[in-house]
Nanobody, 123 residues
Framework: VQLVESGGGLVQAGGSLRLSCAAS????????MGWFRRAPGKETEFVAA????????YYGSSVKGRFTISRDNAKNTVYLQMNSLKPEDTAVYYC?????????????????WGQGTQVTVSS
């Protein structure tokens, strides 16, 4: 599975961005998907995850209520809608695919990763 993120950029605080992650391969619909981020000098942080069907979603505490994860299995794409952005949301955002069962918030349980897309929020 190859994952390609897009949609990052520079936005002012309070603004919105929508990230997309396009996946190759016919097995996309069987994978749980997650979004993670890494800011300079910090560890990789869980942002959001979604089950293969889209029926279950999970969010990190710092983004809950502001970000929404969704997926379109017909388009092999997962999205991250980010609203009310804050300067502390500045990071490289990565999407990842998990071949296992269930939905994980742990970095090491994801099998495939994209190259990342930069999100910068100015104050």
């Amino acid at each position: 599975v190859q994952l390609v993120e897009s949609g990052g950029g520079l936005v002012q605080a309070g603004g919105s961005l929508r990230l997309s992650c396009a996946a190759s391969g016919r097995t996309f619909s069987s994978y749980a998907m997650g979004w993670f981020r890494r800011a300079p000098g910090k560890e990789t942080e869980f942002v959001a995850a979604i089950s293969w069907s889209g029926g279950m979603t999970y969010y990190g505490s710092s983004v809950k209520g502001r970000f929404t994860i969704s997926r379109d299995n017909a388009k092999n794409t997962v999205y991250l809608q980010m609203n009310s952005l804050k300067p502390e949301d500045t990071a490289v955002y990565y999407c990842a695919a998990d071949r296992g069962t269930g939905v994980s918030i742990r970095v090491n349980e994801y099998d495939y990763w994209g190259q990342g897309t930069q999100v910068t929020v100015s104050s």
